[in-house]
């Protein structure tokens, strides 16, 4: 049997680009600032809605397409899509305003997610932020004005009118994920070395002496969760534009918020490496699976992707109890910029 | 045997660690023979070492009754009335307080349950920590006065950890004086009390 | 003649509560949430699903085989997970996420087996009720609605006697107040710790277990049903057994009986049809967190609690 490579590696690539930007958005608050969020599907799906529901309502205005933009969605959008591969710039300008309008609508549900943050003990905030994951989707599959129920909506295919048809769209497509992601990494990295960065570090350490050298937690958390939110929405709604619909029942705990809550895990909590590797690992293991789905799922008569749920919940729990703090291990760095000759005081 | 010492100088974490509810990192405990450094601490009971905490030394929401029930399981109906009968004699208020909830009881008479749910663990040797604590003079003063009973009565090995010094040493027949962790004297309690310096510094004696 | 959605709400309710109780039960012993709970309830609706569909016999023989293996499989997640991670120090939360884990490692089995039994046995084992397995006993009742009542007062009259009246239940109690203590008075607090969580799986398992007898099950419940789950266990308080159990019935209560009386109400008042705020009923577990947080943090049973 052929191994079809090329496919195997994007199929990766375009998986391992979205989850690790949602890890990389749940490694701000929970790696760095230490706020066990059980429920980040919230602003992630929070993006992806976002997309679902508004530049195609805008385009379908400024085009005056006929029709109901949820009854008539199909033949709307196929309209919509047709206009908009004859102007690439339209595309470029709803992609990025829809990216804007996202990261906002994720920045936000991130922040609303803080406030109980402050007066909850870990364990009741874990089981909190989790039932309150779901409820942004459970209104989407339900109220099908936003985002078409249980049948969802197909969103307008930017990627298509800016980058070109052909074989080579999910090419094209897995750079421009790529490139977003390893964006956000940089972000990461550079922020988790800033003032802000130990700031959040400075509140997962030790809370009660951040708030006694006179820092307010709550504005500190609430930064954290907006930021990663802001990331989390934006990498959803991405996420959509690449699939190029919404479908409100498939953004669900277990996908969304607790693989790539256990990604991070895996990788390592705090650090931009970690966060690479779970991604990874996971994207990776799943795909090589499928590509053999067939004879393993023959030869085990199930299917095989449960094998890989299997493992990949085996390796955490053996991570965890063997190295809990993942495989990259985020060094220890002082709350406060040491001083050299001739500098200034620095802020922490 | 009498530990004396500044605040934080070590005196309840030494008696912690002996029953194994604080971690050793070097060295061992041997016990009547025994090393028993890495045994859990519901054996180190069941062989006779017993730690009486300063405070949450009993279970506030069962009874005294259910209190004592559990502390003697592995007795018999003969060892078990034995050993009430010891309690009764040093303790005769329990007697009326039996079906009452812990919570209900009064600082001195949850001492008093404390040190009886020890005693029907048949100790071999006592760990006391601190029993006189957050307990007004008087009633303090009765708490030394049992424990030289219970000496007396069950020839039970004590070892008492104390803030009040003065009281503790002078019921005592071997002394220890603890500061940061180490030990700074041991020997007899009189010297202790004799030695102006030492009782200035550590102990805010005579001052 | 029962109305039938009596019947839906109390056997629901029913199962919730056991489950909370159950989660209850391992969070006061061990003070972590078990991720697991809900997979445990698939545990059960699979044994269930294997004895009366591919092996054809009395479905309720499936519950006290459901009990023990969900017990076997929790004494292996305290044994093999929890009590590793906590020797060696894990905080709280990352023994909660040791509990995601090793839900995620049962999820992927219960689905393998699943897909096993559609791959051997070609039955269909997913979206599937076996109502029509179960014994009819006239008026519209089925013999789950009895059971259901019964095993539930069952379970809490033997952990009422167990916790009042046996020396290893009264070793429980102490063990939830006061770890150390107990350790000092000779009690063994892992080994108390580790039936806990047998109790706890098996009674989650035996629940769930009576589950497809009365509605459509899938893999999925095993974390859609968690969020109910640990909602009735926070409206119960988290700090007593019993407390848990209400809160869970109270949670199924509001999320069938209410929720569907209120859609009758309410639809000709909004124009939306019933059948659609039904849907909603799977946001009653986040109302019902975020009000108790609010108002009452210690839940109902909070406020009886002496310290």
Redesign the interface.
Known sequence: MTVDIPSLILAIILDFSVYLMVVISLNIETGLTGVPNFGRVLAYAGGAFVTGAIPGRILQLVYGVQGDYILNNPSVIAEINYKLLQQPLMALAVLILTLILAGAVGAALGYISSYPALRLREDYLGILLLIAGTSLVVIGITYPPMVGGTVGVQVPAVFNALLGRGPSLYYKISIVLLSFSLAMLLLFHLMSNSPMGRAFRAVRENEDLVGVLGRDIGVIRGKAMALGGFLAGVAGSLYAFYIGSVFAAAFDNLTWSFNPYLMLVLGGAGTSLGAVLGALVYSTLYHVIDLYKQPISHYLHFDAVWLQYMIFGLILTLILITRPQGVVVEKAKPLVKPRSKGEGKSSS | MTIVGPNGSGKSTFLKAIMGLASVSSGKILFEGDDITKLPPYKRSRKGLVYVAQTDNAFKTLTVEENFKLSSYDLSEDEYKERMEIIFTLFTQIKDILKRKVYQLSGGQRQMVAVSLALLRKPKILLLDEPTAQLAPKIANEIFKKIVEIRDLTEVGIVLVEQNAKKALEIADNAYLFTSGRVLFKGKPSELLSNPELGKIFLGLGV | MIDPLIINTIIYSSILGLSSLSLTLT?LTT???NFAQGVFLLLGSYVTFTVAEVLNQNPYLSLPIAFLLGGAVALIQYY??LL??ST?G?S???Q???T??????????L???A??L???YKVQSRDVTLGFLDYNLGGGIRAVFLVSIVLAAAFILSLYLFLNRT?LG??V??TV??P???????????LVKAISWFLSGGMASAAGSLYPLQFVFSP?LA?SIL?SV??GS?LGGLMSLFGGFIGGFIEGFIEKYVVTELSIYLSPVIGVSPF?IN??S??V??IV??AV?LIA?NGIMGARV??
Do not use: C, H, W
């Not at chain 3, 839900?103 to 089995?109: E, K, R």
């Open positions: 969070y003070k972590v949430p093999g997970v590793p991670l060696r894990g709280l939360v990352t909660m996420v040791a995601l884990a090793f839900s995620i490692l049962l999820y992927g089995g689905n393998a087996y897909s096993y559609d791959y051997v020396r009264i070793s109690r102490a107040e006061n150390s203590l107990a350790e000092s008075i000779g009690i063994n607090t892992k999925t974390y969020l640990f909602a926070v659609v849907q909603y799977t946001l577990p986040l967190v975020a947080l943090p002496r310290r």
